[in-house]
């Protein structure tokens, strides 16, 4: 399997423009994570999802930020309208419930600067 | 605020010597977990320890956990010029086991060769 793949891998943007995130969990996985990170906050968790329905999205920051998971094997984040503060790094992990007890795998990221 | 809690922030030692980082938590949880950062990439599952576990090894890492003073450390051996990365711990909470973890602020690690 190739892991989590996201794309695109850096995105420079302007303020005021939507932007989209995608990822592709491992085949498999029924958790899918969107993080994003930055040196001031560190690792924080946006939202989740089990079996494509999203638990937890009290991490949004706001209503600028919505993230779908249509199918197993796609899911995106969208920011409209961003702002230079939503620069960041954000990562999506899959898992696997039950006996691999929840250990994540990441992507690589996407570096997102918003200008 | 984090459930997970790392000390040191930053630590830089010679290649060779033993690194230790600790790891301090809030709630039950069922199993805690390290995770590595290397530069611009993203996190990497190093080793799981359970609630019911003392110590755990994984060649040149040693685990402990101590769940009377929720606390964790981290111990790498020998160290390497490639182990300089950021070193997370993450734990679950024992209350519903809804798959999420919690990371800590982690810790950088820098390895003089």
């Known amino acids: 399997d190739a892991g989590v793949i996201q794309s695109p891998r850096h995105e420079v943007t302007e303020m005021g423009q939507e932007v989209t995130l995608r990822c592709k969990p491992i085949?498999?996985?029924?958790?899918l994570f969107w993080y994003r990170q930055t040196m001031m906050r560190g690792l924080e968790l946006l939202i989740y999802?089990?079996?494509?329905?999203?638990?937890?999205d009290s991490g949004m920051p706001e209503d600028r930020f919505s993230a779908k998971m249509p199918n197993a094997s796609f899911s995106t984040l969208k920011i409209q309208p961003s702002e230079p503060r939503d620069s960041a790094v954000y990562f999506c992990?899959?898992?696997?419930?039950?006996?691999?007890?929840?250990?994540?795998?990441f992507g690589a990221g996407t570096r997102l600067s918003v200008l | 605020s984090q459930q997970g809690e790392e000390d040191p922030q930053a630590l830089s030692i010679q290649e060779g010597e033993n690194a230790t980082m600790n790891c301090s938590y809030k709630t039950s949880i069922n199993n805690l977990q390290w995770y590595r950062q290397n530069s611009g990439r993203g996190l990497v599952h190093l080793i799981l320890?359970?609630?019911?576990?003392r110590e755990k090894h994984s060649g040149r890492l040693r685990v402990t956990l101590d769940t009377s003073k929720k606390s964790s450390s981290l111990l790498i051996t020998a160290s390497r010029a490639a182990d300089t990365a950021s070193y997370f711990c993450a734990t679950d909470a024992r209350s519903g086991n809804t798959g999420k973890l919690i990371f800590g602020q982690g810790t950088t690690l820098q390895v003089k060769p």
């Open positions: 320890i359970r609630s019911n576990e």
């Open positions: 085949s498999g996985h029924d958790y």
């Open positions: 999802f089990n079996n494509n329905v999203p638990i937890d």
């Open positions: 992990a899959s898992s696997l419930s039950g006996k691999a007890k929840n250990i994540q795998y």
